[in-house]
């Protein structure tokens, strides 16, 4: 069963194309649950599984505390893999036909006002090589949407200033070209010329965003330098890495972007996910009458 599980990884990497992150996140679902099998239900092979082993998994994760969103999550895993068993002819049934997923409430992303963007911009002003490099990352983030695991392993190669766009490889090795301001292509320019070549060093590579070694940035040291930016910016609400994507998509639904654009800037597959942030304007939209309507 392991080697299956194995084999069900690898064509979800190869494939289909899937991140990294995805697939970890598959292993760490589906570890979970070969260990139920195992221990709690006995199972040795894939065709011992029934519905009702998986709606009592589903009880056991309950039990052990895990959100909705959580078990919704591991529920797709779980179907993912049987359907790859069953096309494949490594069983001989899918248990998971017949098993709901619950229903999750969907929450509206978290982003920052143009007030707190400009903070947020201005907090990695300065001419040292940090700094310069901070400031090109946040207003690529802004100015483009692109995910932070994009923006990590964007390449020197993937820059096209002169033009004014950039190239961005996606989940699912999609490519898509999104239009790139002024302000981020002077912001890039000015580390190109001034900052990597002091970070890089002797360091042999194209990747565009170094750390002080010299070496490609992670998502967890660009992390740790959002939280210092916006530490010093002032800013008290909770922020995450994609705190700049949100926020970019909702800015320009509310000054009036069409819906399909946006949706194609951001590599979306399915334009349902996008229009989340159609639900975030209309949620700023009330605020702002309750604020200033003088009968709200």
């Known amino acids: 069963m392991q080697a299956h599980l194995e084999e069900f990884l690898h064509f979800q990497q190869v494939e289909r194309g899937l991140a990294t992150n995805t697939i970890q996140s598959y292993r760490r679902d589906l570890l979970q649950y070969m260990k139920y099998l195992s221990n709690v239900e006995g199972v040795q092979d894939w065709n011992q599984i029934e519905r009702l082993t998986i709606v009592n998994y589903l009880y056991f994760l309950r039990e052990q505390g895990k959100a909705d969103t959580s078990i919704a999550r591991t529920i797709a895993s779980i179907r993912s893999l049987h359907q790859f068993l069953l096309r494949e002819k490594l069983a001989n049934q899918d248990p998971t036909v017949h098993v709901e997923i619950p229903k999750t409430a969907k929450r509206l992303p978290k982003v920052l006002s143009l007030e707190e963007v400009e903070a947020l911009?201005?907090?990695?002003?300065?001419?040292?090589?940090?700094?310069?490099?901070?400031?090109?990352?946040?207003?690529?983030?802004?100015?483009?949407?692109?995910?932070?695991?994009?923006?990590?392993?964007?390449?020197?190669?993937?820059l096209h200033l002169t033009?004014?766009?950039?190239?961005?490889?996606?989940?699912?090795?999609?490519?898509?070209?999104?239009?790139?301001?002024?302000?981020?292509?002077?912001?890039?320019?000015?580390?190109?010329?001034?900052?990597?070549?002091?970070?890089?060093?002797?360091?042999?590579?194209?990747?565009?965003?170094?750390n002080h070694h010299g070496r490609p940035l992670t998502r967890q040291g660009f992390w740790k330098i959002l939280k210092q930016l916006v530490a010093k910016a002032n800013i008290d609400k909770p922020l995450t890495p994609h705190t700049l994507r949100h926020s970019f998509a909702t800015h320009l639904l509310e000054n009036g972007a069409d819906l399909r654009a946006v949706q194609e800037m951001l590599g979306h597959a399915d334009i349902s996910t996008t229009q989340i942030y159609t639900h975030v304007t209309k949620a700023r939209l009330k605020d702002v009458y309750a604020t200033y309507h003088p009968r709200a």
Do not use: W
């Open 121 to 158: 911009l201005d907090s990695a002003e300065g001419s040292d090589p940090f700094s310069l490099r901070n400031k090109a990352m946040l207003e690529l983030l802004y100015a483009t949407g692109i995910r932070v695991s994009e923006l990590v392993t964007l390449s020197l190669t993937d």
């Open 163 to 210: 033009m004014g766009f950039v190239r961005c490889v996606g989940k699912g090795n999609k490519e898509r070209i999104i239009p790139l301001g002024q302000v981020a292509a002077d912001a890039l320019e000015a580390y190109l010329e001034a900052g990597r070549p002091k970070l890089i060093k002797k360091q042999q590579h194209e990747t565009l965003f170094v």
